[in-house]
């Protein structure tokens, strides 16, 4: 990140700024062949990491506090190994953080935004390099992701965000309003006054870093409540931030009771914005007790919310049959389907399905699903949790029992000793099985074929059998119909691919969030994201004496 200070800028009323790019590129994703360093790195850690247990307090006014509730990480693919002890903050100590946050606001707010991005690039400089390995051996561990999928979340996303994060926030100054004389225009771009809450979920190490630190380089004081079941990566997260140069009090970190957080935060009339990322149900409910409590506030709060979806593969005749393929095994299975961009439901032309069946279920049989850190083959391990678990298998369940629907392979589960599910496919006879609508979060792609011909009713179908709009696909050689499915499914989707999976946004790249009940859509990872933490200032300076308030024509 070097030059980065030449470029940086000074923002006076009425002085107009000059455009200056920043480069930043996108940091490059790591093989881990054989014999290489990176991967003797990741082996080192990972043996440091294996079987222990990471001692995460709450943080809170710079100190490190402990309370009475304490709370276990159980690594997903060994409930038997605790990763992280952490506990839990009370409302007393979550009012604390608020109030520690407030107190740093102001000196925060006032610090020059090319002084906080210098914080996010050393963060990002960091994580890519010394802290590399130790980060992604948490998320490894404590997520159960195999190596590609902790480099691309806890390295390569985190990174970016920081960076592309910062670059925007600087180059931001650069949009100011034009000045007539005798005076001149300037926009200043504040932080929101009060405290923004971040609220993280447990799939994405990278999600976390983001969502309180997005808010911190725009100048707000953060409460993060990081998930359980990620603890130990956001906690090292945390950590980095602070080796990085971020005052203590600036983003508290704060485990607690996901509803004893929301009730405790929403009471405080200094909240001035939720920054979320999880369920449907738990956003609706935070924004329940936002319109509930609003009198309390002295600002409106901003609630930005990423959430669930149902996405899908949608398949023509004309469609590139690998493609279809071996894209639908990435995207359903990767991280055991547990990512909010993963497919769920595909629709598949009669003509194609006989090749298309036998060729997906001979590649689902390749496919290990075991510890990732002991067999680097794994492609994907266990599902996060227990609460997981069960309601995965009351798909499969359901599954079993219902006539319209058939387990075409996978189907099997076992929680001994982590928490299995089989890469499960599953062919349905009815388009709106609720297994078509409803998200499930875990190894499973339900299909449903369709005769050929048909293909603009079930563009229709796919537009409105669910109400989610957060990623699919569209499978199509034929340039008309790839036109056609664009314009029917416009608002489908968030995250629209053309011959591609559905997952796998980069930042700067595909800038990430859908609309409908998925959420806000404040596209993390692209620039207007940062637009959303801050609260601008239109500031006017007149430069000559006002000597009479008579207008011309009145004379
Ligand atoms: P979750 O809703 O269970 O939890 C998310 C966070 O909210 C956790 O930190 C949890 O402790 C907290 N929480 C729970 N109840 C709360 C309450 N009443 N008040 C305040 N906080 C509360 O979600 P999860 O299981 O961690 O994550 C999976 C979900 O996240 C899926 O639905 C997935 O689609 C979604 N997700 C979406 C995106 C996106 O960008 N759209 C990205 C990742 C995950």
């Given at each position: 990140?070097?030059?980065?200070?030449?470029?940086?800028?000074?923002?006076?009323?009425?002085f107009?700024?000059?455009?200056?790019?920043?480069?930043?590129?996108?940091?490059?994703?790591?093989?881990?062949?054989?014999?290489?360093?990176?991967?003797?790195a990741?082996?080192?850690?990972?043996?440091?990491?294996?079987?222990?247990?990471?001692?995460v307090?709450?943080?809170?006014?710079?100190?490190?506090?402990?309370?009475?509730?304490?709370?276990?990480?159980?690594?997903?693919?060994?409930?038997?190994?605790?990763?992280?002890k952490?506990?839990?903050?009370?409302?007393?100590?979550?009012?604390?953080?608020?109030?520690?946050?407030?107190?740093?606001?102001?000196?925060?707010?006032?610090?020059?935004?090319?002084?906080?991005?210098?914080i996010?690039?050393?963060?990002?400089?960091?994580?890519?390099g010394?802290?590399?390995?130790?980060?992604?051996?948490?998320?490894?561990?404590?997520?159960?992701?195999?190596?590609?999928?902790?480099?691309?979340?806890?390295?390569?996303?985190?990174?970016?965000?920081?960076?592309?994060?910062?670059?925007?926030?600087?180059?931001?100054?650069?949009?100011?309003?034009?000045?007539?004389?005798?005076?001149?225009?300037?926009t200043?771009?504040?932080?929101?006054?009060?405290?923004?809450?971040?609220?993280?979920?447990?799939?994405?190490?990278?999600?976390?870093?983001?969502?309180?630190?997005?808010?911190?380089?725009?100048?707000?004081?953060?409460?993060?409540?990081?998930?359980?079941?990620?603890?130990?990566?956001?906690?090292?997260?945390?950590?980095?931030?602070?080796?990085?140069?971020?005052?203590?009090?600036?983003?508290?970190?704060?485990?607690?009771?996901?509803?004893?957080?929301?009730?405790?935060?929403?009471?405080?009339?200094?909240?001035?914005?939720?920054?979320?990322?999880?369920?449907?149900?738990?956003?609706?409910?935070?924004?329940?007790?936002?319109?509930?409590?609003?009198?309390?506030?002295?600002?409106f709060?901003?609630?930005?919310?990423?959430?669930?979806?149902?996405?899908?593969?949608?398949?023509?005749?004309?469609?590139?049959?690998?493609?279809?393929?071996?894209?639908?095994?990435?995207?359903?299975?990767e991280?055991?389907?547990?990512?909010?961009?993963?497919?769920?439901r595909?629709?598949?032309?009669?003509?194609?399905?006989?090749?298309?069946?036998?060729?997906?279920?001979?590649?689902?049989?390749?496919?290990?699903?075991g510890?990732?850190?002991?067999?680097?083959e794994?492609?994907?391990?266990?599902?996060?949790?227990?609460?997981?678990?069960?309601?995965?298998?009351?798909?499969?369940?359901?599954?079993?029992?219902?006539?319209?629907?058939?387990?075409?392979?996978?189907?099997?589960?076992d929680?001994?000793i982590?928490?299995?599910?089989?890469?499960?496919?599953?062919?349905?006879k009815?388009?709106?099985?609720?297994?078509?609508?409803?998200?499930?979060?875990?190894?499973?792609?339900?299909?449903?074929?369709?005769?050929?011909?048909?293909?603009?009713?079930?563009?229709?179908?796919?537009?409105?059998?669910?109400?989610?709009?957060?990623?699919?696909?569209?499978f199509a050689?034929?340039?008309?119909?790839?036109?056609?499915?664009?314009?029917?499914?416009?608002?489908?989707?968030?995250?629209?691919?053309?011959?591609?999976?559905?997952?796998?946004?980069?930042?700067?790249?595909?800038?990430?969030?859908?609309?409908?009940?998925?959420?806000?859509?404040?596209?993390?990872?692209g620039?207007?994201?940062?637009?959303?933490?801050?609260?601008?200032?239109?500031?006017?300076?007149?430069?000559?004496?006002?000597?009479k308030?008579?207008?011309?024509?009145?004379?």
């Amino acid at each position: 990140m070097l030059g980065i200070r030449r470029l940086l800028l000074t923002c006076r009323p009425g002085f107009r700024l000059q455009h200056t790019a920043i480069a930043v590129k996108n940091e490059p994703i790591l093989e881990f062949k054989q014999g290489s360093s990176e991967r003797q790195a990741l082996k080192e850690a990972l043996n440091e990491q294996k079987g222990q247990t990471l001692e995460v307090p709450c943080v809170i006014g710079g100190e490190s506090v402990w309370t009475n509730e304490i709370q276990y990480q159980l690594c997903p693919f060994n409930h038997s190994h605790k990763v992280a002890k952490f506990c839990y903050a009370d409302k007393d100590l979550i009012n604390k953080a608020i109030n520690a946050a407030l107190s740093a606001h102001r000196e925060w707010d006032l610090k020059p935004v090319e002084d906080r991005a210098q914080i996010f690039f050393k963060a990002a400089d960091l994580i890519s390099g010394s802290r590399r390995a130790e980060l992604l051996a948490r998320t490894m561990i404590g997520q159960g992701k195999t190596v590609i999928q902790a480099e691309i979340d806890a390295a390569a996303e985190l990174i970016d965000f920081f960076r592309f994060n910062a670059k925007h926030a600087l180059e931001l100054q650069h949009e100011q309003p034009i000045s007539e004389p005798p005076s001149t225009n300037s926009t200043l771009y504040r932080s929101l006054e009060g405290f923004v809450a971040a609220v993280s979920p447990f799939n994405f190490t990278a999600i976390g870093g983001n969502l309180a630190g997005a808010p911190a380089l725009m100048g707000n004081v953060v409460v993060w409540k990081p998930s359980d079941t990620a603890m130990a990566a956001s906690y090292t997260v945390y950590k980095i931030l602070l080796e990085a140069g971020l005052p203590p009090n600036v983003i508290q970190f704060v485990p607690s009771d996901g509803p004893l957080f929301g009730e405790t935060i929403t009471e405080s009339e200094h909240l001035a914005g939720i920054n979320f990322t999880g369920s449907v149900p738990t956003f609706k409910h935070l924004w329940k007790l936002v319109s509930k409590k609003l009198d309390k506030y002295r600002t409106f709060p901003r609630l930005s919310g990423e959430c669930g979806g149902k996405n899908f593969h949608f398949v023509h005749k004309s469609a590139d049959i690998g493609s279809v393929v071996n894209g639908t095994i990435r995207s359903a299975f990767e991280y055991g389907g547990q990512k909010c961009s993963a497919c769920s439901r595909m629709y598949v032309p009669d003509s194609l399905w006989p090749e298309i069946k036998k060729n997906l279920l001979e590649e689902q049989k390749k496919i290990k699903v075991g510890n990732p850190v002991d067999d680097f083959e794994t492609f994907f391990s266990a599902v996060i949790d227990n609460k997981s678990f069960a309601r995965i298998k009351k798909w499969i369940e359901h599954a079993q029992s219902s006539p319209n629907l058939t387990i075409i392979s996978g189907g099997k589960y076992d929680d001994k000793i982590g928490y299995f599910v089989e890469p499960s496919i599953i062919e349905t006879k009815d388009p709106q099985d609720p297994i078509m609508k409803e998200e499930i979060f875990g190894p499973i792609v339900t299909v449903y074929v369709y005769p050929e011909t048909e293909y603009q009713e079930i563009l229709h179908l796919i537009d409105t059998s669910t109400p989610y709009g957060l990623t699919g696909s569209v499978f199509a050689q034929d340039k008309n119909v790839i036109a056609e499915a664009s314009k029917i499914l416009r608002y489908s989707a968030g995250n629209f691919y053309i011959n591609d999976k559905s997952t796998g946004s980069v930042v700067a790249q595909q800038p990430f969030g859908g609309a409908r009940i998925s959420g806000t859509n404040d596209k993390a990872g692209g620039p207007h994201y940062i637009l959303r933490w801050t609260s601008p200032q239109s500031v006017k300076e007149t430069h000559v004496p006002l000597t009479k308030w008579r207008y011309p024509y009145m004379d």
